[in-house]
């Protein structure tokens, strides 16, 4: 590994709170690069946003070195069931409704919920493969913060208040997010103590324990007394993948996003392509024609996702033709982490324990995802698929470059309004020239099927326009239910998105001379 240089530089981190870029910053003013910063700022969201991520869970990083070279690490779920009878591969869920405040959504919790977990084994390697400061430096921010605990802010408040009913399902839950009988309200301290502990393990062990010894057979055990399909098989067995990026043209500037078999980044694709029918910038930031526009593409993606189109590969020509006519003539989440540091390594990346499915791995303070009771990830039903699959998924981690630069890296939770939000942010910097923060606090909306979503902001006259030709469902405030982008740009003002209390920072730091691992 090489020594830090003397010659400074400007790096860019931002996500979901500001103890998570708090972290990333740290580990870049140590001499850390990129990658290092990513993995341990997402370490420390497992303790500042308790209610989006969890090393039970799995997520993407999308990753291009200083060199140029970029990939694709997937450490998504994969269904569980190796070594299962077929008749025991049924799904035992426990139905929660979480309720936004103009919106609802269903989701399965429950252990027959729980997918075979990636997050812990992909952010190892990931700093295996790329990192360059020992484990224990990238660790300690996280460590001491599940020791000393993380004030609640106004924001966590919401999301925990939104998922308590999966929070306390279980004696464990109750124990940290209800402690004294009182659930955890903004103000108070959330502490993880077995988490720091656990997290201490992984500097010998790194995640053998989890994935091959004893508390993989503890977890085996759990799930097959409680109607749960994960064995310790499965665990055995879940490796990272090394994927190549999809690549995606908008407008002369390139997107880099999640490839197949993930869903989520070839739609943003199909979506960026569809919006090249018109030029936006002429429309009007927020005009009827603009708003427009954006609603026909939301629909057409959805109307040709139903179909099992997910890209401009899968629909050929003809059908892209089609498609394009058809917006033409209409037109009269999960957190995220992006860092950019001083030597041109960028890094972004999407994670997520979906809800949670209220179980959490014995003695590890770690709640367990609940990806196989999210229908959305399962088009065709659940538990069609085969033991060991990789699930398919909304995430779309992303890096636009201007040239052969890096420009910006984004990403997004928000379930089914992830690729929306990235349209709207990409558009909102590429066609009206926004920089990072006005691009992300400009209110977006989403075609949830049946009726606009839309957050408070745009015009009134723009809005009655839409109303003569779709149903609207008008928001009292912006919320978390548009997603959360957190965009991080090599040498100017990145952004957190603040419908998720996000935070961003530009900061100095002595360049390292390149030597990101390939």
Request: net charge negative.
């Amino acid at each position: 590994m090489n020594a830090p240089g003397d010659a400074p530089g400007k790096a860019g981190a931002a996500g979901g709170h500001r103890q998570t870029i708090e972290a990333a910053c740290a580990i870049l003013r140590a001499g850390g690069n990129a990658f290092d910063a990513v993995v341990a700022a997402g370490f420390v969201a497992v303790m500042a946003e308790p209610a989006l991520a969890s090393l039970g869970g799995g997520g993407f990083l999308l990753a291009r070195t200083a060199q140029g070279r970029a990939a694709l690490f997937d450490f998504f779920v994969n269904t569980p069931g190796h070594g299962l009878p077929t008749g025991r591969l049924e799904p035992h869920f426990l139905p929660v409704t979480v309720r936004f405040p103009a919106s609802e959504q269903a989701f399965n919790v429950g252990l027959g919920s729980v997918a075979v977990p990636g997050a812990l084994r992909g952010y190892l390697h990931i700093h295996r493969r790329l990192g360059r400061l020992p484990l224990s430096a990238v660790l300690a921010p996280a460590i001491r913060l599940a020791r000393d605990g993380v004030a609640i802010n106004a924001k966590q408040a919401y999301l925990l208040d939104l998922l308590t009913p999966i929070l306390t399902l279980t004696a464990a839950g109750r124990a940290l997010f209800q402690p004294a009988g009182r659930f955890l309200q903004e103000g108070d301290v959330y502490r993880n103590p077995e988490l720091a502990a656990f997290l201490e393990t992984l500097l010998q062990d790194g995640e053998r324990a989890f994935y091959e010894g004893e508390l993989a057979q503890r977890l085996s055990r759990d799930m097959r007394d409680g109607g749960g399909l994960l064995t310790i098989a499965d665990l055995a067995v879940y490796r990272v993948i090394e994927r190549e990026p999809l690549p995606a043209e908008y407008r002369g500037y390139r997107l880099l996003t999640n490839p197949p078999p993930s869903f989520g980044g070839s739609l943003l694709a199909l979506s960026l392509r569809l919006l090249e029918a018109r030029s936006v910038a002429e429309l009007g930031f927020g005009s009827p024609a603009h708003l427009a526009l954006l609603t026909a593409v939301m629909q057409e993606t959805d109307r040709r996702r139903a179909e099992g189109y997910l890209s401009p590969t899968d629909l050929g020509q003809p059908g892209l033709t089609e498609s394009l006519a058809r917006v033409r003539a209409t037109s009269s989440g999960t957190t995220h982490i992006s860092v950019c540091d001083s030597e041109g390594n960028a890094a972004s990346m999407t994670v997520s324990n979906g809800e949670g499915s209220g179980y959490f791995a014995p003695g590890t303070g770690i709640m367990l995802n609940n990806m196989m009771g999210e229908d959305d990830l399962h088009p065709e039903g659940f538990h069609v698929s085969p033991p060991g699959m990789r699930v398919a998924s909304m995430m779309a981690p992303s890096l636009l470059l201007n040239g052969d630069r890096v420009w910006l890296a984004l990403g997004s939770g928000g379930s089914k309004r992830i690729r929306t939000a990235l349209l709207q942010v990409i558009s909102n910097t590429v066609d009206f020239a926004m920089h990072p923060p006005a691009a992300v606090e400009a209110p977006r909306l989403h075609w949830d099927g049946e009726r606009l979503q839309v957050e408070p902001g745009f015009d009134a006259a723009a809005l009655a326009a839409l109303a003569e030709r779709w149903p609207l469902n008008h928001w009292p405030v912006q919320d978390v239910y548009f997603g959360g982008v957190h965009v991080a740009a090599p040498d100017s003002e990145g952004a957190g998105d603040s419908r998720r209390g996000g935070a961003a920072a530009l900061i100095e730091v002595k360049g390292p001379v390149n030597d990101a691992r390939s």
